[in-house]
């Protein structure tokens, strides 16, 4: 049963456009979110973050927004720019307490996205 | 440049052998943790690593083990090698805060391993 679903294989946008990525997790207990971003041969390179907390946590032209009554986030991209070109994934953890594990990443399958110039 | 390491990149290996994959965590960071990604999947947690004792396992059986080596480097190794095992084997490396949590993980760029 997949814990962290990310529901659009691919996204393809214009460049100057926004680019929306959704993702929707099934467990309460998740209480941090992040996105990676992964280019083809390489790991994935961490992008933006938020906790439970918070609603919307903004970085440049990364935005993610948490809606936790709908266990749904989504990263908006502000303006789309051709070398965003990746495949995108939402992962969650458990943020807890001294000793334990922050770094058990849940992640979803990803989403590819295509800015088109 | 995340300074996460991991050798070789690629691999290929015979069904029932045995691989050693290495990673070298980025400097500073105490925590490792392995991840194997299937084709077409996110990345699936093996286990993770903290001063050199596993805390915490995802669902692989325990012919997957691994080690963390006083510098915080890690090896993961996989016995009796299954043609399911083909994947990329991702480390990533953290520091946990005495205080709880940890920082984002940095991934490395992965070995790619072929079963035969």
């Known amino acids: 049963d997949q814990q962290v679903k990310q529901n659009s294989p691919s996204l393809s946008v214009q460049e100057g456009r926004i680019s929306i990525l959704n993702c929707d997790y099934t467990n309460s207990m998740f209480d941090y979110f992040l996105w990676y971003k992964k280019y083809p041969a390489e790991g994935p390179t961490f992008l933006i973050s938020?906790?439970?907390?918070?609603d919307k946590n903004e970085d440049g032209r990364f935005t993610v927004f948490l809606n936790k009554s709908a266990k749904h986030l989504s990263l908006h991209i502000v303006p789309s720019q051709p070398g965003d070109s990746a495949v995108y994934f939402c992962?969650?953890?458990?943020?807890?307490?001294?000793?334990?594990?922050?770094?058990?990443?849940?992640f979803g399958k990803g989403t590819k996205l295509s800015v088109k110039p | 440049e995340t300074g996460v390491t991991q050798s070789p990149t690629h691999l290929i290996k015979t069904r029932g052998q045995q691989v050693t994959l290495r990673c070298s965590s980025q400097s500073g960071h105490n925590t490792v943790s392995w991840y194997q990604q299937a084709l077409g999947q996110g990345p699936q947690f093996i286990f993770q690593y903290y001063r050199e004792e596993e805390n915490g396992r995802g669902n692989f059986p325990p012919r997957f083990s691994g080690l963390q080596f006083p510098n915080y480097s890690s090896e993961l190794n996989v016995n009796a090698l299954e043609l399911d095992d083909s994947a990329l084997y991702l480390c990533?490396?953290?520091?946990?805060?005495?205080?709880?949590?940890?920082?984002?993980?940095?991934f490395g760029q992965g070995t790619r391993l072929t079963v035969v």
């Open positions: 992962a969650a953890s458990v943020y807890w307490n001294y000793g334990g594990s922050q770094g058990n990443l849940i």
């Open positions: 938020i906790s439970s907390i918070k």
């Open positions: 990533a490396s953290s520091l946990a805060a005495r205080t709880g949590g940890n920082t984002e993980a940095f």
